[in-house]
């Protein structure tokens, strides 16, 4: 038996009795401690500017479009912090030997939205592929969800002497975020003021996986559409107002206020905003391939007719071809309106969430 199993055997038998003696046992005041010590010194010091730091800009006023999907407080640094802050409880280091637990409470609860269990795959805790982005993993979806299908609570628990923080995963807007070492080194690749900004987007995009409810809870991806650069991934979203849109637009709106950027570092920004924006679907991409299909489909039979168009001696037959060929154009014109017609999609991202009736009520 693994050293994992056995914390596990032993954690569910103590749990029981926590449990059964009361709930509020562990409610007991936990360090404010959110970034783990389990990081090594120099990584630990890039996570921490990156979540506790906001780089002071006030941002630009919202336009229309962005008003209606933000908050529009956000433009206020102390607002962004406590927006995200909010939504996360704990982001600790990816390490092989797996130093946390993740159980479940004996105690049944009567989950929102009973009737909408998850429709995205997670594959019981394995956290492989699913709201990952470049090493960066929100947990607590998965983990709420875990405790959801079985209606009971679910604990995220790290041993480490220094934390030992048990965190009831309550809501998704726990967020548990898993970085790996890989995911920072990748963004120091940029100069520091920049990675930081990176990581803090990524950061608002692990947060924004705490929001939403039932079918759409934690804003699950999707996969990405046929010609898309991800064709086949889960690192698309479908809403306009997901954790992908969410990082390009803070991207956008800092590279706005950022006057002490220079060029390159604004270019840079840029990049990354134009690059996650691509990820948020619009009705022309969701359309692309079925329409893709059709329109080649299309294309041909007019190449088609238009050559026995001309083959042809028969006017009866020439009218016919000459309507059908119309008829194709129209078609192709409609099809073509329809998928350049953007669409926005939103979603409600008020926050699904088991709270007990004197616990702290949701934002
Ligand atoms: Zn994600």
């Known amino acids: 038996m693994t050293a994992n199993k056995t914390k596990l055997l032993i954690l569910l038998a103590l749990q029981g009795l926590f449990l059964k003696s009361s709930f509020a046992y562990f409610t007991f005041p936990q360090s404010e401690m959110k970034i783990s010590p389990r990081f090594e010194m120099e990584i630990s010091s890039i996570v921490s500017t990156a979540f506790y730091l906001e780089n002071g800009f006030v941002w630009k006023e919202l336009n229309e ?17 406590e927006w995200m802050h909010k939504r996360i409880s704990y982001i600790f280091p990816h390490q092989l030997d797996r130093t946390y637990s993740i159980f479940l409470g004996s105690i049944e609860r009567t989950y929102p939205f009973p009737e909408k269990y998850p429709t995205h795959p997670y594959n019981e805790f394995g956290f492989q592929d699913i709201n990952t982005h470049n090493g960066v993993t929100s947990l607590s979806p998965e983990i709420y969800l875990q405790g959801k299908k079985n209606q009971k609570l679910a604990y995220f628990f790290d041993n480490h002497p220094v934390v030992n923080k048990i965190i ?9 975020i898993q970085i790996t070492s890989k995911a920072i080194k990748h963004l120091d690749f940029f100069p520091e003021k920049i990675s930081r900004v990176l990581l803090r987007g990524i950061l608002f995009h692990e947060a924004r996986h705490g929001d939403g409810h039932g079918k759409h809870l934690g804003f699950p991806h999707t996969l990405c559409p046929y010609g898309h650069d991800y064709a086949g991934q889960l690192a698309c979203d479908t809403p306009s ?35 996650t924006k691509g990820r948020v679907l619009t009705t022309k991409d969701k359309l692309s391939q079925l329409d ?72």
């Open 168 to 176: 009831p995963i309550t809501s998704p807007q726990k967020g548990i």
């Open 241 to 275: 107002n997901g954790s992908y849109a969410l990082q390009a637009f803070y991207l956008k709106k800092t590279v706005e206020a950022c006057t002490e950027c220079n060029e390159y570092e604004k270019e840079v920004l840029r990049f990354f905003q134009v690059e």
């Open 292 to 363: 893709q299909e059709r329109i080649y489909e299309i294309e041909n039979k007019i190449t088609e007719l238009t050559r026995s168009y001309f083959d042809e001696d028969d006017n009866h037959r020439i009218s016919s071809i000459s309507k059908e060929i119309y008829r194709l154009n129209d078609e192709l014109s409609r099809i073509i309106s329809r998928a350049n017609r953007r669409k926005t999609l939103i979603l409600d991202p008020s926050p699904e969430n088991i709270l007990e009736k004197d616990e702290e009520q949701p934002f």
């Open 65 to 81: 479009e962005e008003k209606s999907l933000w908050d529009e407080s956000l433009i206020y640094p102390l607002a962004r912090n």
